[in-house]
């Protein structure tokens, strides 16, 4: 009966999912200088200081922004907002909230973060960006000691689509009547 339960036991241990098991988790300075990460991004694209900004990166980043360009390299990623910074972003101001980060491996994080974009500067056909906010994601590496963004995707948030969203509102996929 013994050898009967142990064998049991056996079977439901091997059942138990073991994702828990391989969770990650980051030290406190580890977090923490993400965090800081993070929090320099705007703040070096608010002072324009390009130099600060691309302290940020690994030099093989890759950056996805809101419209679907995809720039290579750091100094891609540098040059590209530096060029929006005096147009697109001219007279805007940007800030960050509501940080969420996870390890996926001792060396390697995702941040998600909401950035809050005041509006200001001019588009290429004229117009006038409008404030806005989007969901920003990154993936950084740490190499040699130090965490840089490797790869970087914003997204714009739009507020008319909220409420159909099927987990953060109440909406479980019902259409108007005809």
Known sequence: MKLRSYQIGLIVIGLVPT???NAQTLSKPDEMAIRAIVKAVPEALNKK????????????????N????HWRGK????KAHEVYLKTVFRDGGMSNRDITIRAVTPDVAIAVVIEDDKGG????????PSPGSGRLTYVLVKRGGKWKITHGHNTHIDPDAQPFDPI?????GETPKQ
């Open 19 to 21: 994702s828990f098991l």
């Open 49 to 64: 200081d390009m130099k600060m900004y691309a302290d940020l990166f690994a030099d093989d980043a890759d950056w996805i």
């Open 66 to 69: 809101v419209v679907g360009m």
């Open 75 to 78: 100094a891609a990623v540098v």
């Open 121 to 128: 500067g001019i588009l290429p056909d004229g117009s006038k």
């Open 168 to 172: 953060n509102s109440n909406w479980s």
